[in-house]
């Protein structure tokens, strides 16, 4: 009897969700689509809230950044997540005056504006490091930054690479700056990616479909 009254049960119970998934017209992505949809609706972020990335997102996107591929599995790259805002007052600052008497193309060229932040004031910076001995280290450190930007999109956060950051960071004279953040010798920044909530939506930029061919 109390084999029968469980069999009754659990039927009840598969038909029941059964009914909901039904009647539940939420489209089912596949994981096709979730991928390729993370692929398409992300941008860079250029305006970000206050609030700050929790360790979790934070390990996450992380743990993506080292699955990345890399030639002869070197993994020739040194990553360094900043929140600490006296180091991020003082990455913004050297910018600052290297920017000095300079102009720029981009968001860079406002650099003069009250508040300005070379990584548009996102709670935490990315600083993205790689091994000088190779070339191919620079390919590797690329790839890696796609998970970044990727992963946290996934999960809800907001990107942006900053390339006008890299030569800044490299000058000998900040060299106290990668001794900071604990980059070893022979390393250099090769990329650097501003993370936080997003707090704009920006619409896609134009891509241009004409430089693809298929040779068949
Ligand atoms: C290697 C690299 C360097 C970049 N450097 C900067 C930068 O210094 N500052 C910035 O605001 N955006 C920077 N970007 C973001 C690009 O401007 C942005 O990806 C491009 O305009 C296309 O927009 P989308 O990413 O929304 O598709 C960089 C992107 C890449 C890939």
Redesign the pocket.
Known sequence: MKKMLLSIFCISLLLSCRNETIENNAPVKSETDIVINNILT?????KYKTQQVGRGKLDTILKCAIYAPSALNKQPWEIRAIQNPELLKKINDRFLSFAEGKTFQ???AHYKEPGFS???NSPTLIVIARDKSSNISYMDC?IL?ENI?LSAHATGLGT???????PVLNRPENADLLELMNIPEGYEVA??V?LGYSDET?P??K?YADRVKIIE
């Open positions: 992300r941008r860079a972020i250029r981009g968001s860079a070379i990584f548009h690329g930054l930007l942006c690479p900053l390339g006008t950051l890299v990329i650097n501003s920006p896609v930029k891509k």
